[in-house]
């Protein structure tokens, strides 16, 4: 499979150990950092679990709909593939994941390829449930447009949970304190995850703003 390109990480997540059979229980990185593709464990809590490894063919978001990332790639229009790594044995974890729990690749097509960690996934989505919403939309923006900036891909990924209900007041904070807890980021990333996160809701209210306009339902 081809490979995008990824710029490296500033911010290493804690890291899956090399010697073990497993992953070690209650193993949970403290910070996230998408960086080109990849997105860092968050508050992911990695136990020991034996996953069948049946294909899935949708992202089953915290509501309970299924959502496909529909792209567009020279003429042809179609979802984007969806690859779950399922592994008994941390060494059997999909290595394009790197530390990441998801990650946009393209196939020797060039089509778009979503890799995401089913094992994580399913030991986390109680409790992460609005991130790994954003994690799939922030992904599914990488896999539409590949030359997408980290700012963008989290503004579209914002903008499309509010356009399914699935953001609210609680769930923003959720995702907006995995992000501040980022110490270190390239400076077109904000610098650190407070400016990460500040340029990523000035990009939300701006096109928020630009919607308004268009529609005459601008705020007085």
Known sequence: MAKTHVEPATLAATPFPSNNSSPVPGLIPQAVVRIRGSWLGLGVLMLVTLLLASPVRAFTLSDGTEASCQVSRDGRTGNATERWSNYQNVNDRDPELGKAVAVVRRDEQGWPVIILDAVAYKQSKAVMAAMWDFIFFHECAHAREP?????????????????????????????EAAHLRIMNLPDEYGGNGIGFWRLTMECVDRRTASAALTTGTSKP
């Open 147 to 175: 030359a997408m900036t980290e700012i963008d891909a989290n503004c579209d990924a914002y903008i499309a949970m509010q356009a399914r209900g699935l953001m609210n007041p609680i769930r923003s904070k959720d995702i």
